[in-house]
């Protein structure tokens, strides 16, 4: 049996952009799940906009949405504005002002011209967008999104983020959820985020005040030609906080957290000693993903492998 989800305590205000980061397998869908009355806990308890998602769960769902990213819903002979239009009776609402609602999303996010498409004919992108959309129009007291910009290209994920943002603005009391493995993307877009990683909320903060954490660090990447491994003998040198590796473009990109500049020095040794050449070095302010590294001790990469 999997434990998806550990002593999960959170409190996500009205108003908030809240954002669930972790790796793959962290257990942020089944937390969205259960907030959205499609999965039941087998413990605990938990309450959205004052209602419990157990007992109450049916005045619940007329108050939230779910869109998930990866979501394929819809039926292929439909196009866009009808499978939209669809969606809004099933949620039982006016046909009159679903049909202005709908016709006001698709021209914000870009998709009035394709309004008469069928779905099969989508990219991925105008796909998320419906999606997005259907989430969007009854005007939910609380907004779930899972992945929103999960496999979208850089434009489309833009217009996602800032689509949630400007829906945000729009009514101070609406509150959104979202789950996310971009790092740049939670730190972008929420007010607060928690860390969870194997079912565990391993942080919680606002993005500053988790970048903080790792403030009093000296954050160092290295990059370095192709070699002997590394990260162990680094992880080792006493001073270095936490480390991590990713190949891109044929290369070994580390990144260090030392306790102070003094430890480079030896850094330096041991790349040298290992006989491996370094090719770029650089000192950076602190992102999130160095915050989870110096929790988790590894990378998001890695405890996803
Ligand atoms: N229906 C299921 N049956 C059995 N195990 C499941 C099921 N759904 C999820 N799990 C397991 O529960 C854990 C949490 O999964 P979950 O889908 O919540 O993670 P996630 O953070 O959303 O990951 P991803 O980033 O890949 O979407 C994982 O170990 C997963 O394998
Ligand atoms: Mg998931």
Known sequence: MTTALENVDLRVGQGELFGVLGPNGAGKTTLIKILVTLLLPTSGEALVDGLDVVRDYKHLRSRISMVSGGEQAGYGILKVREQLWMFSQFYGMNSKAARRRIDELLERLGLAEAANKQITGLSSGMRQKMNLIRGLMTDPRVLFLDEPTVALDVGAARDVRSEVQRWMREDPTRTVILTTHYMQEADELCDRVAIVN???????????????????????????????????????IEGVGAASVREEDGVDRFSLLLADDAILPRVMTTVESAGRRVSGLVRRQPTLEDAFVKLVGRSMTEEEA
């Not at 565990?200 to 491994?229: F, M, N, W, Y």
């Open 198 to 236: 194997r079912g565990r909320i391993v942080a919680e903060g606002a993005p500053r005040a988790l970048k903080e954490s790792v403030d009093e660090d000296v954050i160092v990447d290295l990059q370095l030609d192709p070699g002997t491994p590394l990260l162990d003998l680094l992880r080792a």
